[in-house]
């Protein structure tokens, strides 16, 4: 790409049709899509070409599936090649424009994604550490939600890009208590 991106950046996405109807914190999450979507900034009013700076790029898999009571400690694994700051945050779910975000269900929020006491009180609520980007939660409730984190990159203290990730977790009360005749327990890595 040539040229300098505006203040408000250039903002890339990408869409498809359609959004699980089965995902629970969202307001009727099957009536539209899913989207994703990136934003660069500009730098110093330097040209983008030629490229000087690459997104931050996860290399964790985004897909959980937990069973409920345990504790789940998630991290995206993300790194930025010209180790610029990052600086992470739960964000809204988008739909397949990359614009329009879905309203949360009920008991849910940006800032409150998974299931939190509200919800049953013996659950603890998903943390987000911005600057390390893990994520911690334990949660008793049950069922299908979706996620979104913003990774914001920033060099020398000023923001290049953003880039947003959805992980979509499944949190089953179906797991076997015993298995062949064992306790089936989370193992001790």
Sequence with gaps: LSGVP???GWRFW???CCRSALVTNLVNPGSNGFGIRTTMYPYNGQNM???YDSSPQFYEKPSVISCTGLEVDYNHLTYDTEMDSLHYEFSSPFDIDGITTF???SGYSITSPLPGPLQDPAN???SLNPATGAMNFQSFTGGYFAVVVKVSSFKCGVKVAEVFREINLVLTPNCPTILNGQ???SPNL
């Design 183 to 185: 306790p089936n327990t």
């Design 49 to 51: 070409y030629p490229c």
């Design 6 to 8: 505006p203040l408000s």
């Design 14 to 16: 990408w869409g498809e």
């Design 103 to 105: 309203p949360f269900a």
């Design 124 to 126: 603890i609520p998903a």
